[in-house]
């Protein structure tokens, strides 16, 4: 009997700054009916999913940026989610800014089963961008100054059937992220995504972006034979063009699924877990053909060595 888990990736158009969480989750309880209607056991949502890109914005005032920040979840505002989903049995992820009892803030995500448990917990590690105002830009990218680096590590949960990751945006562009999980024996890596169009320090890579998001997607689904959801959260927001780009891909690293607007839009695919082991097994058996001794340097480093003969 194959292991398949349905799988909806709910693509979120702009949410405008003056949005309310009450609207955004309507919009989220929407595409979670979609979900259900279409045989879904899984609806994934993106990064920050219940407010705007607020790092677009260099703030200073504590209680300003607390505002964009979830101090407890679930919470009244995203509870009609949380029955909703239970109501439905369906699981999901819900990308958002965690603010802890003790004054920390992380980029988050959330994973919940059918019965709408919490069922695991993950904050952004690599977190883009800068720590100051930088007004040269024609925004900011300010998750250097918003969040603290996450504490939990790249975890994978036995959860829905099967092992299942999280990450978000800017983690899906380093290898580490997925390599992490892949020795994990993960089986689904989930993640959300807020990518502008425009790239300040580089633009001469604008018109790259897609391609990037999609590689990366596609090398670390196909190099760790796992399933990978990737949900934008896209379209003109707040003057901010966003990617879109939603997709679902194999762990051949084929999309197997895309979204084709830069709204609001839901994409479904019957996943099968077992599809893993074709990879996992076989090109990257990690048992059999990995080299740890011979990739110190990644684990011993943070920046490049670029002196002659640094191979280990
Ligand atoms: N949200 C997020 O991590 N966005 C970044 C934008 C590029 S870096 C300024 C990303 O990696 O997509």
Redesign the pocket.
């Known amino acids: 009997m194959p292991r398949i888990l349905t799988i909806a990736a709910a693509q979120l158009g702009p949410i405008a700054r003056d949005e309310s969480r009450a609207s955004a989750v309507a919009r989220m309880c929407a595409l979670m009916r979609q979900a259900s209607d279409r045989g879904a056991h899984l609806v994934v949502f993106p ?2 999913a219940l407010t705007t ?1 607020f ?1 677009r914005w260099y703030m200073e005032d504590p209680a300003a940026i607390d505002a964009y920040f979830e101090r407890q979840m679930p919470n009244a505002d995203v509870l009609p989610l949380f029955e909703l989903a239970r109501g439905l049995g369906l699981g999901f992820c819900l990308g958002y800014g965690e603010l802890t009892p003790d004054g920390h803030h992380f ?1 988050a995500a959330v994973l919940v089963d059918a019965a709408g448990a919490i069922v695991g917990k993950y904050r ?1 590690v ?4 800068h720590r100051e105002n930088e007004p040269w830009r024609p925004f900011q ?1 300010l ?1 250097k100054r918003y969040f603290e680096p996450g504490n939990l590590g790249f975890p994978v949960f036995e959860a829905l059937g099967g092992r299942i990751g999280m990450c ?6 380093w290898p580490e992220t997925f390599r992490v999980m892949g020795l994990q024996g993960v089986e689904l890596v989930v993640l959300g ?4 169009v425009h ?3 580089a633009p001469e890579h604008d018109h790259l ?1 897609d391609f990037h ?1 999609h590689l990366v997607m596609q090398a670390g689904a196909y190099q760790n034979g796992t399933w990978v959801v990737g949900v934008a959260k896209a379209g003109r927001e707040e003057g901010c063009d966003l ?1 879109g780009g939603t997709c679902i891909i194999a762990p051949t690293g084929e999309i197997v699924a895309q979204c084709a607007t830069l709204g609001d839009e839901l994409i479904v695919h019957d996943c099968d877990l077992d599809r893993c082991r074709e990879i996992q097994d076989n090109i990257f058996n990690f048992a059999l053909h990995r080299e740890p001794e011979s990739y110190r340097l990644i684990t011993e480093t943070k920046g490049a060595q670029r002196g002659p003969g640094t191979t280990s």
């Open positions: 990064e920050l890109f790092p980029n952004k690599h977190l883009p961008g990218h998750e978000i945006c800017n983690d899906r562009r995504y807020n990518t502008p790239y300040p320090p972006q998001n990617i």
